[in-house]
Nanobody
Framework: HVQLVESGGGSVQAGGSLRLSCAAS????????MAWFRQGPGKAREGVAA???????????SVRGRFTISKDTSEDSAKNTLYLQMNSLKSEDTAMYYC????????????????WGQGTQVTVS
């Protein structure tokens, strides 16, 4: 049973930085892809950044150059931690941020994932 738990959200002034973490426990398929999504007030959920098993990354155009996705993988793959370093934050980055794991099909930023976390709130003022 895979569990994803996000942390690191909070309130920050525009121009500031935050680092989100997603602790993933339980077995995940070795060829997994993990990603960060967000949903702002009155907006649809959007893919922010994704990273596959080879370390290849994808970013939404709105965050490219400001956000960096990375991950730490334990040797037995039972525990992984996904990160999202967010710099030069803008008010439009305000949203609930969700961690997702195991892309089933589709593009990493728009596809279907098997597992989701509960989210962590980021507010930029």
């Amino acid at each position: 049973h895979v569990q994803l738990v996000e942390s690191g959200g909070g309130s920050v002034q525009a121009g500031g930085s935050l680092r989100l973490s997603c602790a993933a426990s339980g077995y995940t398929h070795p060829q997994y892809c993990m990603a960060w999504f967000r949903q702002g007030p009155g907006k649809a959920r959007e893919g922010v950044a994704a990273i596959d098993s080879d370390g290849d990354t994808s970013y939404a155009e709105s965050v490219r150059g400001r956000f960096t996705i990375s991950k730490d993988t334990s040797e037995d793959s039972a525990k992984n931690t996904l990160y999202l370093q967010m710099n030069s934050l803008k008010s439009e980055d305000t949203a609930m941020y969700y961690c997702a794991a195991e892309l089933v099909f589709g593009h990493p930023l728009r596809g279907t994932y098997n597992y989701w976390g509960q989210g962590t709130q980021v507010t930029v003022s």
